[in-house]
C-alpha cells in the first residue's frame, strides 16, 4: 500500500469512528457524486463541499499571511496543497500562532462538519480555521510539536478583533510526517474537535455564528493538507 493509500485509508476510518460517515465520499468520490444524506450524529447532512488537490490550482482559495515581511509559499504537488516558507510568529500571550492561512473564497457556513486530512514534517504549527470571517476574526485548532513555540499542544482558540483567546487545549505530540484528520463540528455555540475520530477538544462560545472554512500553518517549511470535507444540514 503506497503513501497515498494508506493515508486515505486513515482518513475513512476515522471519520467513521467519530460519527462523521464519508468513508465512501470523501475518499473516494464516484461519478455520480456525493450522496444526498451523510449522518452526523444521527442529524441528515450533505457533503457540500470536498477538494483533494489533485488537480493543480489554488483557484478558489484566498491566502492570507499574518507576519508582515514575510510571504508564504503554497502550492499543490502528489495531490496535496502544500507550504513550506516558514512564515509564523508567536508573539503575544497567549501565543498568536500567526504565520500564513488559505481559505475558501465566496463560501459561509454556520452549523458545519469540517474534515481536513493533514500532516506535517517539521515540529511547526499546522491546523484548521472554520467560522472565517476576516484575518481577525475566526476559530482556529492548530497542532505545535516545537517545545521552543509552546508545544507539544492541540490547541482551540477563537480570534475577535485580532485578540487571541484560548478556548481549550491538550499537552500532546504529533508525530512528524504522519497523517491525521482533523476535524470540527459545529452546532450553534458548541464546537467539538475530533483527531482521528476521537473527540479531543471541546468550548461553548458564540463569538462566530458563521464563516468560511481553511487552513492555517505557523513556522512549518514542510505543511501538507488533502481531503477537505464539509457537511452541512
Known sequence: MDERAASNWIMAAAVCSAGLFLAATAVAM????????????????RID????????????????????GAVSHWYTRDGALRQ?????????????????????KNRSWADLAYAVKLKSTGDGGIGIV????????????????????????????????????ILDVLPWQHEIDRWYVLTAVCQGSTIVVYLDGEPILSAN??????????????????????????LRE
Request: net charge negative; charged share 25%; with cysteine.
Open 49 to 68: 463541499l470536498h477538494l483533494d488537490f489533485d488537480v493543480d490550482t489554488l483557484r478558489g482559495w484566498q491566502i492570507v499571511d499574518q507576519q508582515p
Open 30 to 45: 464516484d461519478a455520480q457524486g456525493p450522496p444526498a444524506d451523510t449522518r452526523l450524529d444521527g442529524v441528515p447532512r
Open 205 to 230: 462560545d458564540s463569538s462566530q455564528s458563521r464563516g468560511t472554512v481553511g487552513l492555517a500553518c505557523c513556522a512549518n517549511k514542510g505543511a501538507a493538507f488533502d481531503e477537505i470535507t464539509v
Open 84 to 104: 513550506d516558507s516558514g512564515i509564523g510568529s508567536v508573539a503575544g500571550e497567549p501565543a498568536s500562532y500567526g504565520g500564513t492561512m488559505a481559505v475558501v
Open 130 to 165: 472554520f467560522r472565517y470571517v476576516d484575518p481577525c476574526d475566526y476559530y482556529r485548532v492548530m497542532m505545535m510539536a516545537d517545545p521552543r513555540d509552546g508545544g507539544p499542544l492541540i490547541r482551540l482558540d477563537k480570534h475577535v478583533n485580532g485578540h487571541v483567546s
